[in-house]
């Protein structure tokens, strides 16, 4: 293998050029939009992302985590606003660790200049992939006025949710592929920093605003300002697709967020403005075809954004890949791509179902009295016996376990709390020796 096509430069496919650049093979990435250094790449999509400790593994491993380190902004729990305007902080582990938040443009930014530094490896822009014919190992690329075909040893379909090399592939027998859009949507508006540049909102910390059905989500920027992001449903009385003018979002935003008004200067005119775009889950399988072809990211697994892992999956998708290929070289590209389907499958499916399961506890469960019972006795629990107990929110962003492995954990933790919390008196009893026995026992 000598020759590798990428064919989009998002989060994946740079950090996948950067990476197979290091190693010495020759890279060629093609994508549809333009120069991200020349436009504002990120348009219309979230401005910033939550890397976690699969982000960072995946970084690390390509030797570039302490240039990211340097453009992200630490939160070491969330903060809860309530309707009354009440705030309350949960630390996100007893350990103090953090999860981190970053611009998107701003990372993306990076990682295509780290990549392009390399002398093997090129990045042509405004490149629509249109056609694939793996048989053959081409791509064709819509480049101006003029299609170009290209050849490849390995073709790596990085080209997101809408992926033309997923699309190739489903043309072919018993290439498994299903979509399902939520019925929720979301709406970003900008929270900007105070005159003097300070923060508006306790700068360490993601904001949640559960309102049961829907939320708004705050997450802090470089510059002090936060992303807040409105999830809802589209239908009914404050059904996104029912309030489309920036009246109707301070009405919204009156009656459900109003401790939020007055950070957001100019809300009417962003939300009337912003867009309101759609979530979808996509899951296929296989993530490979043949010898030579192969989805990471998006394109084999988009998932809606509540457990914020879509891109830090699909960071552990190629860092899976360049790992299996430190193992195996390249001389068998079947049994690695094989390999590299067994492992990423199971989880990408596991991803996108914890990702719907923490739509619920974001939204929902947080500002449930039951459920935050049931975290105050898993952090007991957990830091009296940290070797029996760690909670799921714990295994999915600080740790590398298979996100399966994390989401069977989830499951049987999620059991035996139910019964704990069905014991009699547990609100008067919870912090007794006898509760924590009663959960060792289940263990
Ligand atoms: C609101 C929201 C919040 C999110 N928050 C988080 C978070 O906090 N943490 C997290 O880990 N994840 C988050 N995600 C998910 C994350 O954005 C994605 O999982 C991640 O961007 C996937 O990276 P990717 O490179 O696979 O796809 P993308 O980033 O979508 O990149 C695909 C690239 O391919 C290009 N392309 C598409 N078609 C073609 C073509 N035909 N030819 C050439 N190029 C093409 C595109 O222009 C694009 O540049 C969030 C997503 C959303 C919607």
Known sequence: MKNIIIVGAGLAGSYMAYAMGKKGYRVQVFEKRPDPRKSNYGSGRSINLVVS????????????????????????????????????YFAYNIEGKAIHSISRSEFNRKLVELAEALPNVTITFDSNCHHVDFNKGIVQMQQG?????????????????????????????????SQEFIDSGYKEVHIPATQDGLPQLNIDALHIWPRQEFMLMGLANMDNGFTGTVFAPFDGEFGLDNLPKGEDGIRYFQKYFKDAIPLIPNLAEQWESNPTSALACIRCNPYHWGTNTMLIGDAAHATVPFYGEGMNGSLEDVR?????????????????????????????????????????????????????LRKKIERKVQSNHPDKWTPLYTLVKFTNIPYQQAKEEGERQDEIMEQILAMEGIEECWDSDKVEQEVLRRL
Do not use: C
């Open 53 to 88: 400790h699969r982000g960072w593994t995946a970084l690390k491993y390509a030797g570039i985590e302490q240039d990211i380190r340097e453009i992200v902004v630490p939160a070491y729990g969330r903060q809860i606003h309530d309707l009354e305007g009440n705030e309350s």
């Open 320 to 372: 899976v890949f360049l790992e299996l290929l430190d193992e195996y070289g390249h001389s068998n590209m079947k049994k690695l791509l094989e390999k590299y389907t067994e492992l990423r499958v199971p989880a990408g499916n596991a991803l996108v179902d914890l990702s719907l399961r923490n739509f619920i506890e974001m939204r929902d469960l947080v500002a449930d009295p039951k459920f935050q």
């Open 145 to 177: 006025e003029q299609s170009n075909t290209y050849t490849a040893d390995l073709i790596v379909g990085a080209d997101g949710t809408g992926s033309s090399v997923r699309g190739a592939l489903m043309k072919q027998p018993r290439f498994n592929f």
